[in-house]
């Protein structure tokens, strides 16, 4: 059975990658409270399901605090457990809510929003470590699905993933990462007209990254860096490693190491790329 648990702050986008999975063909189970996961998981496995997709966050109450017991004890019973968290800055959320008029399950009579929120992000702070992170403040809706299905279709794999993850430091830092890098002291291509428009993917834009000694030199160091500490962290029982790589735009500097760093590590880990503010559309930016 390939077992996919959701969470994650409300408004951050749970529906979207649910009804994702029953769109794949995920059997789907919404709001389950984490103590029935493991009669859950026996009973599907005995009826036949071979995907089942469950949604589990404070909606369900106080089991929420069992979930990273209950995840080691449902590892024994499936081949397969993917465990993504999505989380959000404050000023999405609230953004969210107030666009929609819905009520957030933790407001009760006198608490504001914000501190409705901040309560939420206290009470998942030690769940959000367990799997795979994913800041949806900026994305659109298609761009998280996008992103989820990667997730499901990609092999198991035995051993850590790296997620190199390119963004734009003018439009926030993401709250998913574990390890921010910031690559603007060095050349921008930016200021080269015949580059503006091109991304860190192009040809030029590369060629004009690999020139420069101080890029190389960034590369590196932070490659050292990564190969040095990923061992600790992964004996430390990490199964997702993200690393995001930030310039000013997230168009040019940022992307091109974010592809170098993950062509270094292709060969020891399952390495995932991510390019943040050009999947949401953000590009020309300094």
């Not at 408004?11 to 493991?38: F, W």
Request: hydrophobic fraction near 40%; charge should be negative.
């Amino acid at each position: 059975m390939q077992l996919t648990l959701i969470s994650g702050l409300s408004g951050s986008g749970k529906s979207i990658a649910l009804k994702l999975l029953e769109d794949t063909g995920y059997y789907c189970v919404d709001n389950l409270p984490s103590t029935l996961l493991p009669q859950l998981i026996g009973q599907l496995q005995a009826e036949g399901y071979t995907r089942v997709g469950v949604a589990v966050d404070v909606r369900s109450g106080a089991s929420i605090e069992a979930l990273p017991e209950v995840i080691t004890h449902v590892r024994e019973l499936v081949r397969d457990l993917r465990f993504i968290f999505l989380d959000s800055r404050d000023e999405a959320l609230i953004a969210r809510f107030s666009e929609t008029r819905r009520r957030h399950p933790l407001a009760e009579d006198g608490k504001t929003l914000q501190e409705s929120i901040s309560h939420e992000r206290h009470l998942l702070t030690r769940i959000a470590e367990l799997g795979h992170r994913i800041d949806t403040s900026a994305l659109h809706p298609n761009v998280l699905r996008g992103w989820i299905r990667e997730l499901i279709e990609s092999a198991p794999s035995a051993g850590p993933t790296l997620l190199f993850q390119s963004f734009g430091f003018k439009h926030g830092l993401p709250v998913d990462a574990d390890f921010v890098f910031d690559v603007r002291c060095l050349p921008n291509p930016f200021y080269d007209p015949a580059l503006r428009g091109l991304t860190g993917l192009d040809q030029p834009v590369i060629e004009f990254m690999q020139a420069s000694d101080d890029a190389l030199r960034m590369a590196q160091d932070i490659r050292k860096f990564i190969a040095d500490w990923l061992p600790s962290f992964c004996h430390d029982g990490r199964s997702y490693f993200t690393v995001a790589i930030g310039c000013t735009g997230g168009q040019h500097r940022s992307v091109y190491l974010a592809e170098w760093l993950a062509r270094e590590f292709a060969d020891q880990a399952k390495v995932m790329v991510r390019h943040r503010s050009l999947d949401a559309g953000l590009k020309k930016s300094a």
